[in-house]
């Protein structure tokens, strides 16, 4: 994508550092950023913050999101509960390209314990550029929801 985009970020105690190296980078590559915390070091709950971001993503009211906890794990579980959202969990740049062209996915989840700050950049410089493929890819995603009924 080369227009100017609106970034939603997340993060729990284990993320806030990365996250905050990452909505500077963003700001400079000249888009927008709604960071719905956590701004400190304090001990918080991840899913707090998935909830917030997904909010804004499935409204339309950021294009993308970013959430980073210490592995990744959780964030991506907690957004994946949005039906409107395809969060990707991602370490390394191949995965971010890919969940964008294949996943048309408008969350990642990073592990700020798992991947290095420059692995990171590298990841969301990606995700932020690297169109959806469409085309057999739109009819699998048609078919995420509603997921089938578990009963036998
Ligand atoms: C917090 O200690 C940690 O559990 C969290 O950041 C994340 O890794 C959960 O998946």
């Known amino acids: 994508m080369t227009r100017s985009l609106i970034i939603a970020l997340g993060a729990d105690h284990g993320g806030v550092s990365l996250k905050n190296r990452l909505a500077k980078a963003i700001l400079e590559a000249g888009h927008d950023v709604r960071d719905f ?9 991840y899913p707090d913050y998935a909830h917030a971001v997904c909010g804004v993503v499935a409204g339309a009211e950021a294009d993308l999101g970013i ?3 210490g592995t990744g794990i959780g964030m991506s579980i907690a957004a994946n509960r949005h039906p409107k959202i395809r969060c990707a969990l991602v370490h390394d740049v191949t995965t ?4 964008r062209q294949h996943n048309d996915a408008n969350i990642i989840a990073l ?8 692995v990171a950049l590298d990841i969301v410089r990606a995700f932020l550029t690297t169109e959806f493929e469409g085309g057999r890819h739109e009819r699998r995603l048609a078919k995420l929801n509603p997921a089938p009924s578990e009963t036998v």
Do not use: F, Q, Y
């Not at 915390?37 to 709950?45: E, F, I, K, P, R």
């Not at 592990?111 to 420059?118: F, K, L, N, Q, T």
């Open 111 to 118: 592990g700020a314990r798992i991947v290095g700050e420059e």
């Open 67 to 69: 959430l980073v906890c």
């Open 96 to 99: 971010a390209r890919l969940t």
């Open 37 to 45: 915390g956590t701004h400190d070091n304090a001990s918080v709950d």
